[in-house]
């Protein structure tokens, strides 16, 4: 059974600061890997999709990263901004794509 | 373009009630996912359709739980009765297909009393 643990469970950092939320899994099989961010009271917006055969994907400030033998992906965030603020969840695909497990989330909290 | 729509946002019933979510995922997306969400906890997965059939249901609480998708298009959950272990945050998704992007509605929070 895939398991998805994300550390820390919870951030705070000031303003501008670079930072790296991790996510590992422990069943490399995986198809691909989707991080997420959770805004309190909200649904999820998807923030990166990595496909497995990928090493890393950018989009804007943020920079994500897979290693599959492990088990292990990172989610970078340059120059963090107050609005940044929220929780992030990592998932992964496995079953071919079928199945989605996701990581209980880091909460992140940037400091003004 | 709309992403996915879910109704009601918000809904509180009594215990034992009967009470039924809607989703209309993004136009063109096959897949659509029904996920429940525990406070502190990631979503978990309840049902995927690809298109108007339910191709994995394993999850999904069938005696108080079910769902459909007719047409492939809209689908609606319902729970009856309703316990006091349901209270919650529903989630809807939808894919172009398995193992694609997935987005997210933005749920239904229930509160059972």
């Known amino acids: 059974k895939q398991e998805v643990t994300q550390i820390p469970a919870a951030l705070s950092v000031p303003e501008g600061e670079n930072l790296v939320l991790n996510c590992s899994f422990t069943?490399?099989?995986?198809?691909?890997l989707q991080w997420f961010r959770q805004d309190p009271g909200k649904g999820l917006t998807s923030l990166l999709l990595?496909?497995?055969?990928?090493r890393e994907q950018t989009s804007g400030r943020l920079n994500a990263s897979l290693d599959k033998s492990s088990g292990r992906s990172t989610l970078y965030i340059a120059a963090s901004q107050p609005g940044d603020s929220a929780t992030y969840l990592c998932?992964?695909?496995?079953?071919?794509?079928?199945?989605?497990?996701f990581g209980t989330g880091t909460q992140l909290k940037v400091e003004l | 373009e709309a992403g996915v729509v879910q109704s009601p946002r918000y809904k509180i019933i009594e215990k034992k009630q009967p009470v039924a979510f809607w989703c209309n995922p993004i136009?063109?997306?096959?897949?659509l996912y029904w996920y429940l969400q525990n406070l502190g906890q990631g979503p978990e997965l309840l049902i995927r359709?690809?298109?108007?059939?339910?191709?994995?249901d394993s999850q999904l609480p069938k005696d108080r739980f079910s769902a459909e998708r007719l047409k492939g298009v809209d689908s609606t959950l319902k729970i009856q009765p309703a316990e006091l272990g349901d209270s919650a945050v529903y989630l809807c998704?939808?894919?172009?297909?398995?193992?694609?992007?997935?987005?997210f509605g933005p749920g239904t929070r229930l509160t059972v009393t």
């Open positions: 998704a939808s894919s172009q297909g398995q193992g694609d992007e997935q987005y």
């Open positions: 069943d490399s099989a995986i198809y691909n």
């Open positions: 990595i496909q497995s055969s990928q």
């Open positions: 998932a992964v695909f496995t079953g071919g794509g079928n199945k989605l497990t």
């Open positions: 136009s063109g997306h096959n897949t």
């Open positions: 359709y690809e298109n108007e059939e339910a191709v994995d």
